[in-house]
């Protein structure tokens, strides 16, 4: 089994930038996809970004391309989403996620395992 913890959320002005965290234990995560998503108040959660193994490849939602980062560091069995230039839509709570396989996923059902999330608020 594989537990994540998210950390890193905030309250943040528009135009600010916050660092997400999710730090893996239990298993090694090197051999896992990683996805972060979020879920706004009133609102299913969406997928946001996702990286593969060894960090090459990235996936991202239309609407973070260009403002989030994803990465990772397999040594730190650690997962990171940084969000820049960020927008009060942005708001939700950010969940991370990681599934046993080789294929970048977009849909929520891939990922068999998740962190509780941290809630990011950004102000107008």
């Known amino acids: 089994q594989v537990q994540l913890v998210e950390s890193g959320g905030g309250l943040v002005q528009a135009g600010g930038s916050l660092r997400l965290s999710c730090a893996a234990s239990g298993r090694r995560i090197s051999t896992y996809v990683m996805g972060w998503f979020r879920q706004a108040p009133g609102k299913e959660r969406e997928f946001v970004a996702s990286?593969?193994?060894?960090?090459?490849?990235?996936n991202y939602a239309d609407s973070v391309k260009g403002r989030f980062t994803v990465s990772r560091d397999n040594d730190k069995n650690t997962v990171y989403l940084q969000m820049n230039s960020l927008k009060p839509e942005d708001t939700a709570v950010y969940y991370c996620?990681?599934?046993?396989?080789?294929?970048?996923?977009?849909?929520?059902?891939?990922?068999?395992?998740w962190g509780q999330g941290t809630q990011v608020t950004v102000s107008s």
């Open positions: 996620a990681g599934r046993g396989t080789s294929t970048i996923a977009t849909n929520e059902g891939a990922y068999a395992y």
């Open positions: 990286i593969s193994w060894g960090g090459s490849s990235t």
